[in-house]
């Protein structure tokens, strides 16, 4: 099950072009498209005409024309030309979705039209501030969005899935605190005196011990980022350090296909393009380490449907969050009977 009434992203916004993109998102066919002036939107990848798939066809002005017969929508799904007939039934409409671009990327909203809020969409203000830079991404996992979820909620896991990378034995012996709201969690893992990871010391520079944190704050529907930096141990002054901010923006495509849409954002090293290219290739070469585990994790999952997870003291941001979930899922599920 997928909550609806939020704002996931569809995509980064360079990606979406006048050349229509089909895209499935929470288990339905969409197609996206910009217009000729630069507009954002976003339908069901089905003309209602003979249901052939409308990213089969092109932007024309400010309408998407099925590429089968030609019949051309605006961007609210109203047919408003069908060649050869004057005339256009109500039925010649198709399902659009309320889209904005913000913070670099393309957002959809998947639910109730007139919940769509604007100011809902998540705050990823550093991806937008001349004073950090960033490197982004795309990966696709073959599991549920769930699991990647949990992966990023319990960072234990780098000890022993990233030893070449961001893995240090340091992160798996120590413990976290954890806390939630009705909606959100946040975890908190404090390492001092500790030697740097392998990625540490090449983009901050450290020959000596660190003092290192990591706080991880999920916000629903599947939104986590990570606030992890270091500095030199026992000085505790940023200006010698490091600040970064991993940023998942996590979609689910189908039950068991996921999108994370991710930033590595830096506040050191501006303008320093040579870094940024090598942050981007660390983050796949890490991402793709994960990807590895948790796709043959999903696998496990799918064939043991009656096995049930055991939890240990580092999943405390783990249970919370899906907690968390759960009472969001039975909100929107008591709204949508309520309103039937």
Request: net charge negative; with cysteine; proline share 5%.
């Amino acid at each position: 099950m997928f909550l609806t009434n939020y704002w996931y992203a569809a995509g980064w916004a360079s990606e979406i072009t006048a050349a229509p993109l089909a895209r499935t998102i929470l288990d339905r066919q969409i197609v996206l498209f910009r217009t000729e002036s630069g507009r954002l939107a976003a339908f069901d990848d089905c003309c209602p005409h003979r249901m052939a798939p409308l990213s089969f066809g092109s932007v024309v002005g400010e309408t998407l024309q099925c590429g089968y017969h030609g019949l051309r929508f605006d961007c609210d799904g109203k047919c408003v030309e069908i060649p050869g007939q004057a005339s256009i039934p109500p039925r010649a409409k198709v399902r659009a979705y309320p889209t904005v671009e913000r913070w670099k990327l393309a957002w959809i909203w998947m639910g109730e039209s007139e919940a769509a809020d604007p100011a809902t969409i998540p705050a990823l203000t550093w991806l937008d501030d001349p004073e950090w830079d960033f490197s982004h991404g795309t990966v696709i996992y073959h599991c549920n969005h769930v699991l990647l979820c949990d992966n990023l909620m319990d960072l234990s896991h780098t000890t022993f899935t990233h030893r070449r990378t961001i893995g240090t034995d340091d992160v798996a012996r120590t413990g976290v605190t954890a806390k939630a709201t009705d909606e959100t969690v946040l975890v908190e893992r404090m390492m001092r005196n500790t030697e740097p990871s392998p990625f540490y010391k090449k983009i901050g520079g450290f020959a000596e011990n660190v003092d290192r944190w990591q706080k991880i704050e999920y916000t629903p529907p599947t939104n986590i980022i990570i606030d992890a930096g270091a500095v030199p141990a026992g000085t505790n002054d940023r200006s010698r350090g490091i600040d970064t901010r991993i940023i998942s923006m996590i979609t689910p495509e189908t039950p068991t296909r996921t999108f994370q849409f991710w930033a590595f954002a830096r506040n050191f090293r501006l303008g320093d393009d040579e870094l940024t290219r090598w942050i981007a290739d660390a983050i796949v070469l890490t991402f793709n380490e994960d990807k590895a585990i948790i796709d043959a994790q999903q696998r496990n999952v799918t064939a043991r449907p009656g096995q049930r997870m055991l939890d240990n003291n580092a999943d405390a941001g783990v249970v919370l969050m899906r907690q968390a979930m759960n009472r969001c899922l039975t909100r929107e599920q008591a709204g949508a009977g309520a309103a039937e």
